[in-house]
């Protein structure tokens, strides 16, 4: 499945699942960052270590592990 | 006449503290990024005969608190009594705010949604339907704007109305399969002789079946507990088989998800795409620039910081100058003359004169708070921190500790992990707090070419920010292995602050600062003087009469009043204390007034000025020398000069950052290595770095 590491800047997709655990998933969900929003891929450091998306106006910065925990579908 | 307690609650940065600021006379601190209050505030208003206790709490995103900072919030709202419950929202992300106000309707407490910031809602297009949102969430609704002060009273108001009124009826249910089991849940808890409440019972369900631990602890001593548990457990494992889910809180989350969705959809106008902050986050976080111009704005500040802040520093220390002859003339000749005239005065005028610095210093890490710049910094830095066990988030901490150490220690709450902010803690004194910069500006003046004195002050302050993601990369090594918390951190929109804003900031900024100077530092002044100038000494005295009567030109009689001021000065408690502590010094090449001043350091830094002042304002007859600064540069030698800088850098903050780390951190072990280690690395490097420049000759 594809994961929001596998986004292009810019693109948007639907958020199909969280695979992070607890605690991190509820801190995602409290975010926005939860099954059925939209999410766009805004930016990413250059080594791509930290990740900048946008879910329902919201801007949210991850790591790349947190970014890999975040299954997407294309719309 | 009843008090109305009120707590403010809502995600972070969605301005409650602003809020409350627009409606009382207080002076909260506001900044545009999460995570700005870390402690519950009171604020009381009056309105008529009518007293509100307004409690300002820590943003928290939701009940499922996760930072410290968040269980200080979470706390009150279970284990506190109060009123009413005032959610701020923020009208921009209205859909993500209400999937919490959910959260907080199942505590069943009179409560009120404030939607602020809807002045930025409206620029943009949007447009939300108040009516029809109160109608929905079965509360009432005000749409606000703490910046255009649009709407606060109407909060005021309704909270008034509220209190009298009986609390409105529930109109948010979840999916009735959910609610099928809350029933059953609620009926065994409202069997306890202790529960009375039944929509109290109905959140501890609905907390339970989230696998709560804070309510878990609480119902765990009930008689019924043993039955609950019996059939909580089954209700989560059917709910979990309908919904096919991982866990209840998954099911709820989207439960609540979606009636935001629906919600939102009813009663709000979206607005057109805002674009201003992309573009403007297409050049500062860049892939590529984004660092270099984070370094650049940094370097820019220390410039500022050291070139103009030093124009009107003559004028200012003319003024104190001119007061204290002025004083010295109408005061009663004696010691009140002398402690005053030569103690006090001179002595705060040495640190006042540093108000323009100061106030530069401030400015920029205010830009950088209310802009939303910092959460930019944030990310920017992840990666590089990461390196060295921290995470981006502890870049706001270790910032807010180049203004001064006591908030950045509170700021680490903002820190998950208790490892993680414990070495962020352990580090945050080798940000150099604005009190050291009065020391660095004037050790930099005297031992310094010029043209490079902002390069220096820059050099001192990320010399001292990299030594402390060193000495973070070794703790992290040798004393907590693990890695560190996962990084998930909002990013506000920017926010232009308003002129009129960042100058209240630095006029508070400059209150304070005047105030403890006048204060404080003229106590610490004060007993410095007395300590330098008793116990007299009537023989040395009698001696050196003798000799200057005797002396035949009017340089030996100069040299002879030089010689008298410094054995009386040496022959002072000072200077015994001093004679007591330049063993350990020596080394450094420190005569026994530095190592004076480096002590009374510790009180606060800005007294290491002070008491140089006091220390070397004897024995100088040199009309030439009049300033501290000529005189530094005459009697310390340059690299004795780099070795003070280099224990100011590193050695223990002053006492009250030292009582804010030994409040936050119970570990007794902990404090008293936290006491000592940072001492004892300023002594090491010190000592390197001046036996490095005496090997290349300097
Ligand atoms: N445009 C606009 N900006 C606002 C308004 N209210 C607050 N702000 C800004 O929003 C940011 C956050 O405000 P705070 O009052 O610190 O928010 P808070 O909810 O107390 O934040 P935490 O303490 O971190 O939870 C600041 O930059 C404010 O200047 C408003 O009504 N309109
Ligand atoms: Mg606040």
Same mark, same amino acid.
């Given at each position: 499945?594809?994961?929001v590491l ?5 693109e948007t ?5 969280i695979?992070?655990?607890?605690p991190?998933k509820?801190r ?8 059925g929003n ?5 930016d990413?450091t250059?080594k791509?270590q930290?990740w900048?998306v946008e879910?329902?106006?919201?801007r949210?910065a ?6 890999a925990?975040?299954?997407v579908?294309?719309? | 006449? *009843?008090?109305?307690k009120v ?5 972070p940065?969605?301005?409650k503290?602003s809020?409350i600021?627009s409606i009382?006379d207080a ?6 990024f999460a995570g ?15 007293e509100?206790?307004?409690?300002d709490?820590?943003?928290?995103y939701?009940?499922?608190?996760y930072t ?9 709202l279970i284990e506190e009594?109060y009123?009413i419950?005032v959610? $701020?929202?923020d ?8 999937i919490?106000t959910?959260?907080l309707?199942?505590?069943?407490k ?6 602020n910031m ?5 620029k943009?297009g949007?447009k939300?339907?108040?009516?029809r949102l109160?109608?929905l969430?079965?509360?009432p609704?005000v749409?606000a704007s703490a910046?255009?002060k649009?709407g606060?009273e109407?909060?005021v108001e ?9 609390k409105?009826?529930?109109k948010?249910?979840?999916n009735?399969?959910?609610?099928y089991?809350?029933? *059953?849940?609620k009926k065994?808890?409202?069997k ?6 039944p @929509?109290l !019972?109905r959140?501890?369900?609905?907390r339970l079946l ?6 878990y602890?609480i $119902?765990h001593? %009930?008689?019924?507990f043993?039955?609950?548990h019996e059939? %909580?457990?089954?209700s989560?494992?059917?709910?979990k088989?309908e919904f ?6 998954d099911i709820?989350?989207?439960e609540?998800?979606s009636?935001?969705?629906s ?11 805002e674009?201003l ?6 050049? %500062?976080i860049? /892939?590529?620039?984004?660092l270099?111009?984070f370094?650049?704005f940094?370097w820019?500040?220390?410039?500022l910081t050291f070139?103009?802040?030093?124009i ?6 003319? $003024? &104190?100058?001119?007061f204290g002859d002025?004083l010295k003339?109408?005061?009663p000749?004696?010691?009140l ?5 030569e103690?006090?005065?001179p ?6 004169m540093?108000?323009p610095n100061i106030?530069?210093l401030f400015l ?10 910092m959460?930019r910094a944030?990310f920017l830095?992840?990666?590089?921190l990461?390196k060295?066990?921290?995470?981006g988030k502890a870049f ?11 908030p950045a ?7 998950k992990?208790p *490892?993680d902010?414990l070495?962020?803690?352990?580090v %945050?004194?080798?940000?150099n707090?604005? !009190?050291r910069?009065?020391?660095y ?5 005297a031992f310094?070419?010029a043209?490079n ?12 920010a990299?030594l402390g993601l060193? $000495?973070?990369k070794?703790?992290?090594e040798?004393?907590?292995?693990g890695?560190p918390?996962?990084?998930v951190m909002?990013?506000?929109?920017y926010r ?7 100058a209240?900031?630095?006029?508070i900024k ?8 006048g204060?404080f530092?003229a106590a610490?002044?004060?007993i ?5 100038s ?6 040395l005295l009698?001696e050196?009469e003798?000799r200057?009567?005797?002396?035949v ?5 100069k040299?002879?009043y ?5 054995k009386?000065?040496?022959s002072?408690?000072l ?6 502590i330049? /063993? ?6 420190f005569?026994w007034?530095l190592s004076?001043a480096?002590?009374?350091g510790l009180?606060?830094k800005e ?6 002042a006091?220390?070397y304002?004897?024995?100088?007859a040199?009309?030439?020398s009049s ?6 540069a005459q009697?310390?030698d &340059?690299k004795?000069a780099?070795?003070?800088i280099?224990i100011?850098m590193?050695?223990s903050?002053c ?5 804010t780390?030994y409040? @936050?951190?119970?570990q ?5 290595f936290?006491?000592v280690?940072p ?8 000592f390197?770095v ?7 000759g300097?």
């Amino acid at each position: 499945m594809k994961s929001v590491l596998d986004m292009k800047i810019s693109e948007t997709a639907r958020i199909k699942r969280i695979t992070a655990q607890e605690p991190v998933k509820g801190r995602l969900t409290a975010m926005g960052i939860a099954k059925g929003n939209l999410i766009k891929l805004l930016d990413h450091t250059l080594k791509k270590q930290t990740w900048e998306v946008e879910v329902e106006g919201t801007r949210v910065a991850l790591r790349k592990e947190e970014a890999a925990s975040i299954m997407v579908e294309e719309i | 006449m *009843k008090k109305i307690k009120v707590a403010m609650v809502g995600q972070p940065n969605v301005g409650k503290s602003s809020i409350i600021n627009s409606i009382s006379d207080a002076r909260l601190h506001v900044g545009n990024f999460a995570g700005v209050t870390v402690e519950k505030k009171e604020v009381l208003i009056k309105r008529g005969d009518k007293e509100i206790d307004i409690v300002d709490l820590p943003g928290i995103y939701s009940l499922n608190a996760y930072t410290p900072e968040e269980q200080v919030a979470k706390r009150y709202l279970i284990e506190e009594d109060y009123d009413i419950l005032v959610n $701020v929202v923020d009208a921009n992300v209205l859909q993500r705010n209400l999937i919490f106000t959910m959260q907080l309707l199942d505590m069943g407490k009179k409560m009120i949604l404030v939607v602020n910031m809807i002045d930025e809602l409206e620029k943009a297009g949007g447009k939300i339907d108040d009516k029809r949102l109160s109608e929905l969430l079965g509360i009432p609704v005000v749409l606000a704007s703490a910046k255009e002060k649009r709407g606060v009273e109407n909060i005021v108001e309704k909270i008034l109305e509220l209190y009298d009124a009986p609390k409105p009826k529930r109109k948010i249910y979840y999916n009735e399969k959910i609610e099928y089991e809350i029933e *059953k849940l609620k009926k065994i808890l409202l069997k306890s002789p202790h529960f009375h409440d039944p @929509e109290l !019972a109905r959140f501890y369900v609905i907390r339970l079946l989230e696998k709560d631990e804070d309510i878990y602890k609480i $119902v765990h001593d %009930l008689p019924i507990f043993l039955e609950l548990h019996e059939v %909580l457990g089954e209700s989560i494992k059917r709910l979990k088989l309908e919904f096919d889910e991982d866990s209840v809180s998954d099911i709820l989350a989207d439960e609540r998800n979606s009636l935001a969705k629906s919600i939102v959809m009813q009663s709000m106008i979206m607005p057109q795409k805002e674009t201003l902050t992309d573009r403007i986050d297409k050049i %500062l976080i860049h /892939p590529v620039f984004g660092l270099p111009i984070f370094l650049f704005f940094m370097w820019t500040l220390f410039q500022l910081t050291f070139q103009v802040g030093s124009i009107p520093m003559e004028y200012i220390d003319q $003024v &104190f100058t001119n007061f204290g002859d002025w004083l010295k003339n109408i005061l009663p000749q004696g010691d009140l003359n002398s402690v005053i005239t030569e103690g006090v005065v001179p002595a705060v005028g040495a640190i006042v004169m540093f108000l323009p610095n100061i106030l530069i210093l401030f400015l920029g890490i205010n830009l950088l708070e209310q802009t939303g710049y910092m959460a930019r910094a944030a990310f920017l830095l992840d990666g590089f921190l990461k390196k060295f066990g921290l995470q981006g988030k502890a870049f706001i901490p270790l910032v807010s500790g180049f203004g001064c150490t006591v908030p950045a220690y509170m700021a680490a709450r903002t820190l998950k992990n208790p *490892k993680d902010r414990l070495i962020t803690m352990l580090v %945050l004194g080798f940000m150099n707090c604005s !009190a050291r910069l009065p020391v660095y500006v004037l050790l930099i003046a005297a031992f310094f070419p010029a043209h490079n004195a902002g390069n220096v002050l820059f050099v001192i302050y990320i010399g001292g920010a990299l030594l402390g993601l060193l $000495v973070a990369k070794i703790l992290r090594e040798l004393l907590f292995k693990g890695e560190p918390e996962p990084f998930v951190m909002e990013m506000p929109p920017y926010r232009f602050p308003s002129l009129k804003a960042l100058a209240m900031e630095l006029w508070i900024k400059a209150k304070i600062f005047i105030k403890k100077a006048g204060t404080f530092i003229a106590a610490a002044a004060m007993i410095v003087w007395f300590l330098s100038s008793y116990p007299k000494n009537p023989e040395l005295l009698a001696e050196y009469e003798a000799r200057i009567e005797a002396a035949v030109s009017e340089s030996q009689k100069k040299a002879l009043y030089n010689e008298l001021a410094a054995k009386e000065l040496e022959s002072s408690y000072l200077g015994k204390i001093g004679k007591f502590i330049e /063993p350990v010094f020596e080394p450094l090449g420190f005569d026994w007034r530095l190592s004076v001043a480096t002590i009374s350091g510790l009180a606060a830094k800005e007294v290491i000025v002070s008491t140089l002042a006091t220390l070397y304002a004897v024995g100088e007859a040199d009309e030439t020398s009049s300033t501290l600064r000529a005189k530094l540069a005459q009697s310390v030698d &340059f690299k004795t000069a780099v070795a003070l800088i280099v224990i100011i850098m590193i050695y223990s903050p002053c006492v009250a950052a030292m009582s804010t780390f030994y409040a @936050e951190i119970p570990q007794w072990a902990w404090r008293g290595f936290y006491t000592v280690y940072p001492n004892v690395l300023a002594w090491l490097a010190a000592f390197t770095v001046y036996k490095i420049l005496e090997f290349v000759g300097l």
